[in-house]
């Protein structure tokens, strides 16, 4: 397993089209928003997109941003767009991307990472608590969690 940032990447093009093998609306939303050339005036210019992989397979992929779904709001830095491929799962990708997050996150001198999601029992089991549940961007209530940089 290899940790990869896209934007570091020469191979982009091979990982764009394997995030857009996703089978999951918001996995197609950010494929969009790569290819468009949009993604970090969505998410904030320092944005990344990390993509857990084996060899030619990406395994997994998140992004740690400066902003979510979650706006406006002070709110920072994000993990978002989490997404383990069906052959993956039961691997604790999540949580390996949740490691490499928090790395980022202590590098910057952040207190917290912030997850905005609709799922109940993934993140907990990686240390995560419940901190609000807010509007997203369409109105709609999401699970905010916070991971404590510690």
Known sequence: ???????????????????????????????????????????????????????????????YAEKDDIQPTDLTPWMGFVFTFPPYRG???????????????????????YISTGHVGLYEKYGCELYAILPDLHGAPSRVYVKRVE
């Open 91 to 113: 691997r604790r990708c999540a949580g390996v991307l949740m490691q490499e997050a928090l790395r980022l996150a202590r590098a910057e001198h952040a207190q917290n990472i």
């Open 1 to 63: 397993m290899q940790i990869i940032e896209y934007f570091a990447s020469e191979r982009q093009a091979h990982w764009l089209a394997q995030i857009k093998k996703s089978e999951w609306d918001a996995g197609q939303l950010l494929y969009t928003l790569l290819a468009e050339g949009r993604f970090r005036q969505a998410t904030g210019a320092r944005s990344r997109v990390l993509l857990l992989t084996e060899g030619d397979a990406l395994m997994a992929y998140c992004t």
